[in-house]
T-cell receptor, first 115, second 115 residues
Framework: AQSVAQPEDQVKVAEGNPLTVKCTYSVSGNPYLFWYVQYPNRGLQFLLKYITGDNLVKGSYGFEAEFNKSQTSFHLKKPSALVSDSALYFC?????????????FGKGNQVVVIP | NAGVTQTPKFRILKIGQSMTLQCAQD?????MYWYRQDPGMGLKLIYY???????DKGEVPNGYNVSRSTTEDFPLRLELAAPSQTSVYFCASSRTSGWPGNEQFFGPGTRLTVL
């Protein structure tokens, strides 16, 4: 079954430092991968996606993610974290047959950026 | 565009009561989804729909029902509420064209407590 795993529960970084949120995937066939962010008491917001092509994907709010086929990973990165980046981050992968766009989500990572 | 809207924002139910969570989108998206979010568990798909009149079960459909009579609306029905249905419920939608990899747009959520 298609799935993603987010191995860490919480990521703490100091403001201005690089931020990395880890995600590994397990799929048969081509992986279609996503990152979403959830701010407190809000719905999820789309950050970026990998479908095909360049392994480095750029997204919203200065985030980027690197697709690594050999390591089956899709880590989210930001070169310089802001306090406002503190939120819950979800990795997701398309599952199911072609045409219904269903997603399976990881358990989420709480990111805490310390001023 | 309002995007994806959900009502109510909060609700407390007694065990055995029923209710309908409303979801509407004004983006003319064919695909719509219902998720529940429990702490540390990520999002689990309850039901989804690929168009008016077509619905299908997700990972955790027991205790819920859906209908899709129009493109815009996708209500979720809880019959005989149980404490295990205490959760935050999110509705989402996505467009059809350009598959694979269309991002989902999420509503603000409904926080439901069953006592």
């Amino acid at each position: 079954a298609q799935s993603v795993a987010q191995p860490e529960d919480q990521v703490k970084v100091a403001e201005g430092n690089p931020l990395t949120v880890k995600c590994t995937y397990s799929v048969s066939g081509n992986p279609y991968l996503f990152w979403y962010v959830q701010y407190p008491n809000r719905g999820l917001q789309f950050l970026l996606k990998y479908i095909t092509g360049d392994n480095l994907v750029k997204g919203s709010y200065g985030f980027e993610a690197e697709f690594n086929k050999s390591q089956t990973s899709f880590h989210l990165k930001k070169p310089s974290a802001l306090v406002s980046d503190s939120a819950l981050y979800f990795c997701a992968v398309i599952v199911g047959p072609e045409g219904n766009n269903r997603l399976a989500f990881g358990k989420g990572n709480q990111v805490v950026v310390i001023p | 565009n309002a995007g994806v809207t959900q009502t109510p924002k909060f609700r407390i139910l007694k065990i055995g009561q029923s209710m309908t969570l409303q979801c509407a989108q004004d983006m003319n998206h064919n695909y719509m989804y219902w998720y529940r979010q429990d702490p540390g568990m990520g999002l689990k798909l309850i039901y989804y729909s690929v168009g008016a009149g077509i619905t299908d079960k997700g990972e955790v459909p027991n205790g819920y029902n859906v209908s899709r009579s129009t493109t815009e609306d996708f209500p979720l029905r809880l019959e005989l509420a149980a404490p295990s249905q205490t959760s935050v419920y999110f509705c989402a939608s996505s467009r059809t064209s350009g598959w694979p990899g269309n991002e989902q747009f999420f509503g603000p959520g409904t926080r439901l407590t069953v006592l």
